[in-house]
């Protein structure tokens, strides 16, 4: 399925500090007057800024995202189901991979590794590092901690100092590409839980810091393949057949021939009703549908219906 482009997500959002975070740059300079911990810096908008890796981002929504798989879905297949949820990513050799058909690698992959990847098939997202709207507006400041003994009650280590970000607001782009809407889903439902402060990022998350909220500017889900139909509100994929009403979502396995959907385990319908006209891409080729701004109607709708089809994913895979 990579060497096809049939849909494509693109969440734009700003990550916000709720408090003290820390992504440290996993080296400790020379210069004796900074802190022992610094946090991650980069080039950007003519000057040093700190950031926040796309693959810290990537990193801890993934973790969540098995955490949700494993508590709703499981680790292995339940009741007969075809689907594995998760696996374990740093102990899985991945030998039954070797050798099979990209169908088949796909199709014994788990969810979580069908999303982000394994060492057999490619990742389907992709999230930009997260720069700072204003540095004007970024905070940064020093703390102070020790390591305490467990048995003595006294000082183990430091006392150390490290530096901390406290406000500010960081830009950044998740893609999805090549998506089932259940997929699309699950996104929402970590997004949630990260806005919500049920995980953090960065360092010391279990002492305080990490908390971050949420914000969402815009989401753009493009059809590359596909033509507008306005006279008859219809969407039209290009040289093969298949249209649907504009007011639904598509999943990848609406694109796929039956017997290629059944191939990858891709389910078939995969769409959802949604109240935003399509429209054309740009240069005149391509359909896409915009949601736009936080609001009740914007991004969030997205993840609603998104989210639908995830918990039918949920029900047809425990019936």
């Excluded at 801890?60 to 689907?83: F, L, Q």
């Excluded at 649907?244 to 319908?269: C, I, M, R, S, T």
């Amino acid at each position: 399925m990579h060497k096809r482009f049939v849909n494509h997500c693109t969440i734009e959002l700003s990550v916000i500090p709720d408090g003290p975070i820390l992504i440290k740059s996993g080296r400790e300079g020379a210069n004796p007057t900074k802190p022992d911990m610094e946090f991650v810096e980069t080039y950007h908008a003519g000057g040093r800024s700190i950031y926040l890796p796309g693959s810290s981002l990537k990193g801890a929504i993934r973790a969540h995202a098995e955490r949700i798989v494993r508590t709703v879905g499981r680790d292995s297949k339940p009741n007969n189901s075809n689907i594995i949820w998760a696996n374990d990513p740093l102990n899985d050799k991945y030998d039954y991979l070797k050798g099979l058909e990209a169908t088949d690698i796909y199709k014994k992959s788990s969810f979580t590794d069908q999303m982000f990847g394994n060492t057999s098939i490619a990742s389907r997202i992709r999230i930009e590092d997260a720069y700072p709207v204003d540095t004007k507006q970024i905070k940064v400041e020093e703390r102070n901690g020790v390591a305490i003994d467990r048995v003595f009650g006294s000082v183990a280590v430091g006392p150390f100092n490290y530096q901390v970000c406290t406000a500010g607001e960081f830009h950044t782009k998740i893609h999805l590409k090549n998506f089932s809407l259940g997929q699309l889903g699950l996104i929402g439902l970590v997004l949630r839980d990260l806005n919500d402060g049920w995980f953090g990022l960065g360092f010391a998350k279990s002492r305080g810091l990490g908390t971050v909220a949420v914000k969402f500017n815009s989401a753009t889900v493009q059809y590359p393949g596909c033509e507008l139909d306005q006279q008859n509100r219809k969407i039209l994929q290009i040289g093969t057949p298949g249209e649907w009403d504009w007011n639904h979502l598509l999943g990848v396995g609406e694109f796929l021939q039956d017997e290629e959907a059944k191939k990858y385990g891709f389910l078939k319908p995969d769409r959802q009703e949604t109240p935003i006209r399509p429209e054309v891409m740009n240069l005149g080729f391509g359909v896409q549908l915009k949601w736009q701004d936080d609001g009740e109607s914007g991004v969030p709708d997205l993840f609603t219906r998104a989210v639908r089809s995830w918990g039918q994913l949920l029900r047809g895979a425990a019936a």
